[in-house]
């Protein structure tokens, strides 16, 4: 077997170049010399850019953490696509094990090498279009997108298989949140990665350059000089002079696309400087779209940039503010053509879909801003959170993360850099309150459930004593009847007595007056009650109203010795009540304590779904999805 060497003489300059891994392929020699390592120990001059500014705080040296693992940069390669930009550094771990980092436009992905899927033997996946599935290691994925590199660069040392020219990235992703990249380099060279994303402060990232970027300068045909400053992301622009767009081409150059057709002035100064969701930005681009229907809906969008978080945007309609960042894990809805979908334990629903066109722009934007006409966009929300859905014939599928941001924030964050438009209605994911209703209502039944257990659970040990059953008559002249028990003995701290009245009243009524009196204190707890009865016949139909039963309390009484005073009431008729019956419990579940607390429960989830219906009505009214019913449609 050939021993690979690890230092060897540039064939450019005769300096000694030394491959510090063995997993490096490339090393670029001081002279500038890009040195290709082949598997044979040979070593060979490519002739490959090398990448000179510094548009990244990440550099060789670079070292960083990734669950829970050490790993330091060697180099990278950068692609670069139709319009966007790419770069790959090799990075390796403290176990000697080497992966990507790829970087680009503010995501941060580790991607670990894996098996190439079976599926791809003899198949060079070339004709799958975005949104389209294949079967990778048995488990179904979709297309995301789909990348041609144009050409790459490189710096430091990196690892590259191949030293081709161009090649094709492809982006799947499964329903389980699989995440798969694959390059193509040859129909028979295809390595896939696992796809792990993570942000910029989890890297934990030292030994970090500083940001320079020279960016791009040319002149506008109006003879107006024009810096794109975050170029090569930026790779369209607007003249500030002229109002003439430009496209970065070919990797060659900007060329004049259009111009703006009306002047609209930004709410907030392009320049702007602030911190937003507690990211330090700046206001480099400033674009108005409009949808291409009937409604020819009409929002503001604001190009942010940080030079370690990359691009964010905010999107302003009615006065509402929503903050963006593009996603790299997403969701993959099995349908694309869904009303709706769950992630992340959250149910998101169709808001809106359309296509739209640019009428004005100023400053600079990432990729190719003017050739988005055929771009289709999907708005699921779930306020404060929306996912914003983008598919492009071409360029594929992107997806947007959005949160809320109130105005008043906005205005702390960059002050009189930012004019308040008016705001009107309830924006798409305005909080104002908002809930969903269905996990209200289950909440709302939960917690009717634990006050049921706890009632039960308090309940459980009641003796539901019985203390006496007596009938008591009536004189035959007299209306009223008293009568005293005595001997009643209550032994608890404090309970209740149950008194079950039994009257046969017919067309007729009785009314009775129960008065417990402590036999030490005096102390005297009355209660009064009434039972009515009566029915007939009306028209051939038999009716009847009222009861011949009634049951009653004596709440909260103490321990010790009582008599019971009752004086009863009847009606005087022709065919008198004879007789009563008082039947007394003691000890015994009240179920009118917990009906009380259910009710005083109840009280807020009812104004909670009064209030958040009216509100996600007005919401709505701006969507063509609604399912409410509003005037236009009664």
């Known amino acids: 077997m050939t021993e690979i060497p690890y230092t060897y003489k540039c064939p450019s300059c005769s300096n000694l170049v030394t491959f ?24 060979i001059p490519r002739p490959f850019s090398v990448i000179a500014e510094k548009a990244s705080v990440i550099a060789p040296g670079t070292t960083g953490q990734w669950k829970g693992k050490t790993f330091r940069v060697s180099g990278r390669f950068r692609i670069w696509t139709s319009e966007t930009v790419f770069s790959y550094w090799t990075i390796i771990f403290e176990d000697e094990t080497a992966a990507y980092l ?23 996946i070339k004709q799958l279009a975005p949104g389209g599935k294949k079967l990778l290691n048995k488990d179904e994925y979709m297309l995301l997108r789909k990348d041609q590199c144009k050409k790459w660069d490189v710096e430091g040392e990196l690892f590259i298989p191949e030293c081709n020219s161009t090649f094709i990235t492809y982006d799947f992703s499964s329903a389980k949140g699989q995440l798969l990249h694959i390059i193509e380099y040859w129909s028979q ?20 350059r500083t940001y320079d970027n020279p960016g791009w300068e040319f002149k506008c045909t109006c003879g107006c000089n024009i810096h794109v400053a975050t170029f090569p992301y930026a790779q369209s622009c607007v003249c500030r002079n002229c109002g003439h767009r430009y496209v970065y081409e070919n990797n060659l150059e900007f060329n004049r696309r259009g111009k703006n057709g009306i002047q609209v002035q930004p709410a907030i100064t392009l320049g702007a400087t602030g911190i937003i969701k507690g990211i330090s930005y ?20 604001y190009t942010l940039f940080n030079e370690q978080e990359g691009y964010a945007f905010l999107s302003e309609y009615d006065g509402h503010w929503i903050y963006l960042r593009e996603q790299g894990k997403t969701p993959v809805p099995e349908n694309m053509s869904t009303g709706g979908f769950n992630y992340d334990g959250k149910g998101f629903d169709l808001f809106n879909s359309y296509s739209y066109n640019i009428v004005t722009a100023r400053g600079e934007f990432p990729g190719n801003a003017f050739n988005d006409t055929q771009v289709k966009c999907w708005e699921f929300i779930s306020p404060p959170i929306m996912w914003n859905r983008e598919q492009s014939p071409t360029e594929g599928i992107v997806w947007f993360k959005g949160w809320h941001v109130d105005a008043d924030e906005l205005k702390k964050a960059l002050g009189d850099a930012i004019i308040r438009p008016t705001q009107v209605g309830v924006g798409a994911v305005q909080p104002n309150g908002y809930i969903d209703l269905m996990i209200l209502v289950r909440n709302t039944l939960i917690a009717i459930g634990v006050l049921i257990l706890l009632h039960l659970a308090i309940t459980s040990g009641n003796s539901e004593r019985e203390l006496f059953v007596r009938e008591i008559y009536f004189s035959d002249s007299s209306t009223m009847q008293a009568a005293v028990i005595n001997d009643i003995h209550l032994e608890k701290g404090k309970s209740n007595i149950m008194l079950d009245l039994n009257s046969p009243v017919e067309n007729t009524w009785m ?26 016949v009306e028209d051939g139909e038999r009716w009847s109203e009222g009861s011949q039963n009634a049951t009653f309390f004596i709440n909260e009484v103490p321990h010790g010795d009582y008599t019971l005073k ?42 909670k779904y009064f209030s958040t219906y009216f509100s996600e009505r007005q919401r709505w009214s ?10 236009e449609d009664e």
Not at 29 to 38: A, E, F, H, K, W
Not at 622 to 631: D, E, L, M, Q, V
Request: proline share 5%.
């Open 282 to 301: 700046k206001v480099i681009g400033f674009i108005v779209k409009e949808e291409r229907n009937q409604y020819q809906s009409q929002w503001r969008e």
């Open 566 to 607: 009752l004086e009863a009431t009847r009606e005087t008729a022709y065919y008198p009540l004879k007789s009563y019956t008082i039947t007394a419990h003691y000890d015994v579940p009240n179920t009118r304590n917990l009906f009380i607390c259910i009710g005083l429960l109840l009280l807020w989830p009812i104004f």
């Open 511 to 536: 009314d009775l007056e129960a008065t417990l009196v402590d036999i030490k204190t005096g102390t005297e707890y009355s209660v009064n009650k009434g039972v009515e009865y009566y029915s007939g």
């Open 102 to 124: 790829m970087e680009g436009y503010g995501m941060y992905a580790v991607l670990l090498p894996v098996a190439t899927p079976p599926e791809l033997a003899r198949d060079a």
């Open 622 to 631: 701006n969507s063509p999805y609604s399912a409410f019913i509003t005037s």
């Open 20 to 43: 510090s891994s063995r997993h490096a392929t490339v090393r670029v020699c001081t002279c500038g010399t890009v040195l290709n390592r082949m598997t044979d120990g040979t070593i």
């Open 189 to 208: 060279v295809q390595p896939a990665f696992e796809v792990h994303y993570t942000d910029f402060t989890s890297l934990a990232l030292e030994q970090t």
